[in-house]
T-cell receptor
């Protein structure tokens, strides 16, 4: 597959362990945040989102935490599986009354050790 | 099947030869967007469109044009491509202001400008 980033932060976890991927966002006015997963050779795929009026949101095996005070997002993946190996991006935008431009973080490469 | 399609998937061209990369979505989405992805730089937004005939610049619009004459299509035009536009390009769409699961991404177009 194609490489999506040559200088990405990397995280290696054992299969079955929990993973935590962190992201610092840039604009304190951003009010909508999204985590994407990108597998080699594919486009990014939506995982979970959160609005700025929330601190936490849970999905299936994933949880996103938002700390607006320090402009920090985290993605927690429970019981990490080999299929979770991918690059993970956070994205921020200012929704207001409609979508504004979207800013992506640099990405983190997650490698799951079987 | 809900999807975003891009054509071509791979393109090698020469400096100065105008080209168009097409993007189409079948989900009746209002919001569409183009990104380029480069190693070490992540995903950067080129242009976005909040509806037909409404477009706006993202972070890296120089050297690109877009149009949104129909809701489903959002072509990316390079009037005079240069080698620094060699990149992996993604089109994306979403429902817009009423939320929805972030953006749906196309499979990507690998462009090489010689």
């Amino acid at each position: 597959g194609e490489s999506v980033g040559l200088h990405l932060p990397t995280l290696s976890v054992q299969e079955g362990d929990n993973s935590i991927i962190n992201c610092a966002y840039s604009n304190s006015a951003s009010d909508y945040f999204i985590w994407y997963k990108q597998e080699s050779g594919k486009g990014p795929q939506f995982i979970i989102d959160i609005r700025s009026n929330m601190d936490k949101r849970q999905g299936q095996r994933v949880t996103v935490l938002l700390n607006k005070t320090v402009k920090h997002l985290s993605l927690q993946i429970a019981a990490t599986q080999p299929g979770d190996s991918a690059v993970y991006f956070c994205a921020e935008t200012l929704m207001k009354t409609s979508y504004d431009k979207v800013i992506f973080g640099p990405g983190t490469s997650l490698s799951v050790i079987p | 099947e809900a999807q975003v399609t891009q054509n071509p998937r791979y393109l090698i061209t020469v400096t100065g030869k105008k080209l168009t990369v097409t993007c189409s979505q079948n989900m009746n989405h209002e919001y569409m967007s183009w990104y380029r992805q480069d190693p070490g730089l992540g995903l950067r937004q080129i242009y976005y469109s909040m509806n037909v005939e409404v477009t706006d610049k993202g972070d890296v619009p120089e050297g690109y044009k877009v149009s949104r004459k129909e809701k489903r299509n959002f072509p990316l035009i390079l009037e005079s491509p240069s080698p620094n536009q060699t990149s992996l390009y993604f089109c994306a769409s979403s429902t817009g202001v009423n939320g929805g699961p972030g953006q749906f991404f196309g499979p990507g177009t690998r462009l090489t400008v010689l």
